[in-house]
């Protein structure tokens, strides 16, 4: 044990000596959060409208009143030809025009039917797709006002509720996600570092000349980054409820449980990467790409894995943040309990048993 | 002049192959305590891969061997536990301070924490290093550091110390320094096994040995050597053992 207990002390020497890379461990969830929270938000705030309308009456008025009231929208100006509206998309001056037909408000009283044209830049499509919904929406909303008076007539008013993010907040989306990745980065990342780094001083030999037993080695080097890991855990959790207002819906030991075990698979895998390596370099680019890459494009936390094609859905079955940050999101978000997370945690189980497995194994005892 | 010819390491026909390449070929030798024995040899001549096999870091194809009279195929954990270890590398941990190190190895060799701060104390002032004690590794002197590392290495009392080119790249003076601390350790009864190819330091071992091919082809007292080859110093006698190498340098 004093052996163990000595080793210990020495690899938070090792970690705690070298402040900038403790500043930018520690610092990383909070960069993270505030990055995704409000500078990468998916939301779509504040697009900017044209107008052209050649009559302007009063239901004209009133729907654009509504768009620029809208917290999604900026009406910027009118325009009154269509290659205005050109340039108006070309300089970057909006993204949105909306063209309301000659007399508008007179053929809505008239006929019942009146049209609007709604042209949007989708370049970016997941923009455009949120931002035409957003105006649909809208403007069926300003229809069902004026038709209440002669409601009974079959019309149909879908009411649309969204569970668990009533708000379609996407920080319910990435807090998860976070997490997955930070976790990944600390542990897989830096602890595969670490041990490739003794190899590279020459200080492995003498450990491995000394009667210090692998498996001492092994855990002195991975307790510093379990407790880096926890700190962020904790980190990104008050982030989360206190600064982007996602509250943790149901068991918080449930949560606690389920990071663990991810922290757990983390850690097994940056020790078989540093088993397979023998340069710092060579860590850093096999988790960089072999980890970060995955993380952030196969474990839904960008993309949703079931619009993937199926070899990809397939891969990413392999991917240990896809277990992890659906688990999170149903017992964070859901609120739900460990039995909902049952198969999650049994694919972390499985994943953490086969890692350790192999990496004790290859951990080499000899020099050859 | 020494104890009694007691036999610390006795090494028969040891051989070890890598698949086709035999980078030790069939040496036998045999170490008494307190003696100091150089090991000597071009680079890739099979010095490094043969003390490997001592340390119980490397396992032999093929022959017998006891270090501390324990088996080297059978017991090489209890080898670990007699030996001391000193690389070319020098290495000690560089983000530590120098008594942390100490503290460190004594740990890992099982010392008690009593034990470990007098001893510490008690090598401050043989080294008059007592300024240095709190100072981080990476700041001390190349010279320095390898007085430190060789303390480190026998800081447990093993009763081998195996050191891998110890003194490479420091100058004379230092070197001769260097050598007073290991005539020391042999004066404890520390055995000590060293590689070289610093010539001069050959003539401060007891005994020598060198290898050419992974073969030994000498091995006696540098005195005897230097008769056997009708040479004035030992490094006449390396460069006429050297030139019938075949093997290239790798």
């Not at chain 2, 093997?247 to 790798?250: I, K, N």
């Given at each position: 044990?004093?052996?163990?207990?000595?080793f210990?002390?020495k690899?938070f020497?090792?970690i705690?000596?070298?402040?900038?890379?403790?500043?930018?461990?520690l610092?990383m969830?909070i960069?993270?959060?505030?990055?995704?929270?409000?500078?990468?938000?998916?939301?779509v705030?504040n697009?900017?409208?044209?107008?052209?309308?050649?009559?302007?009456?009063?239901?004209?008025?009133?729907?654009?009143n509504?768009?620029?009231?809208?917290?999604?929208?900026d009406?910027?100006?009118?325009?009154?030809?269509?290659?205005?509206i050109d340039?108006?998309?070309?300089?970057?001056?909006a993204k949105?025009?909306m063209?309301?037909?000659?007399?508008?408000?007179?053929?809505?009283?008239?006929?019942?039917?009146?049209?609007?044209?709604?042209?949007?830049?989708?370049?970016?499509?997941?923009?455009?797709?949120?931002?035409?919904?957003?105006?649909?929406?809208?403007?069926?909303?300003?229809?069902?006002d004026i038709?209440q008076?002669?409601s009974g007539?079959?019309?149909?008013?879908?009411?649309?509720?969204?569970?668990?993010?009533?708000?379609?907040?996407?920080?319910?989306?990435?807090?998860?996600?976070?997490?997955?990745m930070?976790?990944?980065l600390?542990?897989a990342?830096?602890?595969?570092?670490?041990i490739v780094?003794?190899?590279?001083?020459?200080?492995?030999?003498?450990?491995?000349?000394?009667?210090?037993?692998?498996?001492?080695?092994?855990?002195?080097k991975?307790?510093?980054?379990?407790?880096?890991s926890?700190i962020n855990?904790?980190?990104i959790?008050?982030?989360?409820?206190?600064?982007?207002?996602v509250?943790?819906?149901g068991?918080?030991?449930?949560?606690?449980i389920?990071?663990?075990?991810?922290?757990f698979?983390?850690?097994?895998?940056?020790?078989?990467?540093s088993?397979?390596?023998?340069?710092?370099?060579a860590?850093?680019m096999?988790?960089g790409?072999?980890?970060m890459?995955?993380?952030?494009?196969?474990?839904?936390?960008?993309?949703?894995i079931?619009?993937?094609?199926?070899f990809?859905r397939f891969?990413?079955?392999f991917?240990?943040?896809?277990w992890?940050?659906?688990?999170?999101k149903?017992?964070?978000?859901k609120?739900?309990?460990l039995g909902?997370?049952?198969?999650?945690?049994?694919?972390l189980?499985?994943?953490?048993?086969v890692?350790?497995t192999?990496s004790l194994?290859?951990?080499?005892v000899?020099?050859? | 002049?020494?104890?009694?010819?007691?036999?610390?390491?006795?090494?028969?026909?040891?051989?070890?192959?890598?698949?086709?390449?035999?980078a030790v070929?069939?040496?036998?030798?045999?170490?008494?305590?307190g003696?100091?024995f150089?090991f000597?040899?071009?680079?890739?001549?099979?010095?490094?891969?043969?003390?490997?096999?001592l340390?119980?870091?490397?396992?032999?194809?093929?022959?017998k061997g006891t270090?501390?009279?324990?088996?080297?195929?059978k017991?090489?954990?209890?080898?670990?536990?007699s030996?001391?270890?000193?690389?070319?590398?020098f290495?000690?941990?560089?983000d530590l301070?120098?008594?942390?190190?100490?503290?460190l190895?004594?740990?890992?060799?099982?010392?008690?924490?009593?034990?470990?701060?007098?001893?510490?104390?008690?090598?401050?002032?043989?080294?008059n290093?007592?300024?240095e004690?709190?100072?981080?590794?990476?700041?001390?002197?190349?010279?320095?550091?390898?007085k430190?590392?060789?303390?480190?290495?026998i800081?447990?009392?093993?009763?081998?110390?195996?050191?891998d080119?110890?003194?490479?790249?420091?100058?004379?003076?230092?070197?001769?320094?260097?050598?007073?601390?290991?005539?020391?350790?042999?004066?404890q009864g520390?055995?000590?096994?060293?590689?070289?190819?610093?010539?001069?330091?050959?003539?401060?071992c007891?005994?020598?040995?060198?290898m050419?091919?992974?073969?030994?082809?000498a091995?006696?007292?540098?005195?005897?050597?230097?008769?056997?080859?009708?040479?004035?110093?030992?490094?006449?006698?390396?460069?006429?053992?050297?030139?019938?190498?075949k093997?290239?340098?790798?």
């Open positions: 044990m004093k052996q163990l207990f000595s210990i002390r690899e020497h090792h705690f000596r070298d402040k900038a890379t403790v500043m930018i461990l610092m969830p960069i993270q959060i505030i990055l995704f929270g409000f500078a990468l938000s998916q939301e705030k697009t900017k409208v044209v107008v052209l309308s050649t009559t302007s009456d009063e239901a004209t008025r009133r729907i654009i509504r768009i620029d009231a809208s917290e999604y929208f009406v910027v100006g009118t325009v009154h030809n269509s290659d205005e340039a108006a998309f070309r300089d970057g001056k949105l025009a063209i309301f037909e000659d007399h508008f408000s007179e053929n809505l009283k008239h006929t019942g039917k009146s049209h609007i044209q709604l042209i949007a830049d989708a370049t970016d499509p997941n923009a455009a797709n949120s931002f035409m919904f957003y105006a649909s929406n809208i403007i069926s909303n300003y229809q069902q038709s008076p002669q007539g079959g019309m149909i008013v879908p009411e649309v509720k969204m569970l668990y993010n009533p708000q379609m907040l996407s920080a319910f989306n990435f807090v998860p996600g976070v997490l997955g930070i976790m990944i600390i542990c990342m830096m602890t595969s570092i670490a780094r003794e190899k590279e001083m020459g200080t492995m030999e003498i450990l491995l000349v000394s009667p210090m037993k692998p498996m001492y080695t092994i855990l002195s991975i307790s510093p980054y379990f407790v880096l926890v855990f904790a980190t959790m008050l982030l989360s409820v206190f600064v982007l207002k509250p943790i819906a068991s918080f030991i449930s949560l606690l389920v990071s663990l075990l991810y922290i698979v983390a850690l097994a895998l940056g020790l078989l990467i088993t397979v390596t023998n340069s710092q370099l860590a850093m096999i988790s790409m072999g980890l890459i995955p993380v952030m494009l196969l474990s839904g936390m960008i993309f949703p079931e619009n993937m094609p199926a990809l891969i990413s079955n991917v240990p943040a896809r992890y940050i659906d688990a999170v149903t017992i964070m978000i609120g739900l309990g909902a997370v049952l198969k999650d945690v049994g694919v189980l499985l994943m953490a048993t890692l350790v192999i194994k290859k951990f080499k000899r020099l050859e | 002049m020494r104890r009694a010819m007691e036999t610390v390491i006795k090494v028969e026909n040891l051989t070890k192959r890598f698949g086709n390449f035999t070929d069939n040496i036998s030798f045999e170490v008494k305590r003696e100091i150089g000597l040899g071009a680079n890739g001549a099979g010095k490094t891969t043969a003390m490997r096999m340390c119980g870091l490397s396992i032999p194809t093929e022959g270090v501390a009279g324990y088996d080297i195929f017991q090489p954990e209890l080898i670990k536990k030996i001391g270890y000193m690389s070319q590398k290495s000690m941990y560089e301070k120098v008594w942390e190190n100490l503290e190895f004594g740990g890992i060799y099982g010392m008690n924490d009593k034990v470990i701060k007098q001893k510490t104390d008690e090598l401050m002032i043989k080294l290093f007592e300024d004690r709190d100072k981080l590794v990476k700041s001390l002197p190349l010279g320095f550091k390898q430190l590392a060789f303390s480190v290495s800081f447990h009392q093993p009763q081998v110390v195996f050191l080119e110890p003194t490479g790249g420091v100058d004379p003076i230092t070197r001769r320094r260097f050598w007073e601390m290991i005539y020391d350790a042999t004066a520390i055995t000590v096994f060293v590689t070289t190819h610093y010539m001069d330091e050959a003539e401060y007891d005994r020598v040995s060198i050419v091919d992974g073969r030994i082809e091995l006696d007292s540098p005195d005897n050597l230097k008769k056997q080859f009708n040479a004035k110093n030992m490094d006449e006698v390396f460069q006429q053992l050297a030139r019938k190498a093997r290239v340098d790798s």
